[in-house]
T-cell receptor, first 117, second 114 residues
Framework: AQTVTQSQPEMSVQEAETVTLSCTYDTSESNYYLFWYKQPPSRQMILVIRQEAYKQQNATENRFSVNFQKAAKSFSLKISDSQLGDTAMYFCAFMKHSVRGTYKYIFGTGTRLKVLA | NAGVTQTPKFQVLKTGQSMTLQCAQDMNHNSMYWYRQDPGMGLRLIYYSASEGTTDKGEVPNGYNVSRLNKREFSLRLESAAPSQTSVYFC?????????????FGPGTRLTVL
């Protein structure tokens, strides 16, 4: 069974600095997808970034980038130039095709990030 | 385009009461999901529906039932609520198919069972 581990329950970073959130996963699959979701105090789950396992190039979205190490099964999120609005819970998620042609996601337990002014 | 909507946003039940959480999406997505979120445990899959007319159990299905009423709507029913079902419930949907795997979430329902 697949598992997703986020070993940092809480982190803090000064505004404008860079922070890296860790995520490791365990799977025997070769083709899968990885995601980072952000959940601000509003509770809404917002997609931050996605990575296809077959792509070697790391995904980037503006200030957000990932370090995807397939062999090590590691998928960390780097937030550059941190802003107060980045304060949120961040979830790492693993996805693969399931039976009946749908997708099954497995989420980590989350990292609570606080950006300090 | 409202995306994924859930009703109600908040609910308080007494032990043994029943209720149905409603979810609808207007993105013409094929697959829909119900999760529960508890502190320190992330999101856990309760049930999912790959397409209209099909439903499957997820990681924590006990105490719940679901109905995929049509392509837009996917409801979650608690027949006899228990305090252990106090949680935040999220509905999500995906298009399905190549490059359309991203899940879109509703705003959540906070349920308290006394």
């Amino acid at each position: 069974a697949q598992t997703v581990t986020q070993s940092q329950p809480e982190m803090s970073v000064q505004e404008a600095e860079t922070v890296t959130l860790s995520c490791t996963y365990d799977t025997s699959e070769s083709n899968y997808y990885l995601f980072w979701y952000k959940q601000p105090p509003s509770r809404q789950m917002i997609l931050v970034i996605r990575q296809e396992a077959y792509k070697q190039q790391n995904a980037t979205e503006n200030r957000f980038s990932v370090n995807f190490q397939k062999a090590a099964k590691s998928f960390s999120l780097k937030i550059s130039d941190s802003q107060l609005g980045d304060t949120a819970m961040y979830f790492c998620a693993f996805m693969k095709h399931s039976v009946r042609g749908t997708y099954k996601y497995i989420f980590g337990t989350g990292t609570r990030l606080k950006v300090l002014a | 385009n409202a995306g994924v909507t859930q009703t109600p946003k908040f609910q308080v039940l007494k032990t043994g009461q029943s209720m149905t959480l409603q979810c609808a999406q207007d993105m013409n997505h094929n697959s829909m999901y119900w999760y529960r979120q508890d502190p320190g445990m992330g999101l856990r899959l309760i049930y999912y529906s790959a397409s209209e007319g099909t439903t499957d159990k997820g990681e924590v299905p006990n105490g719940y039932n679901v109905s995929r009423l049509n392509k837009r709507e996917f409801s979650l029913r608690l027949e006899s609520a228990a305090p252990s079902q106090t949680s935040v419930y999220f509905c999500a949907s995906t298009q399905g198919g190549e490059n359309t795997d991203t899940q879109y979430f509703g705003p959540g329902t906070r349920l308290t069972v006394l």
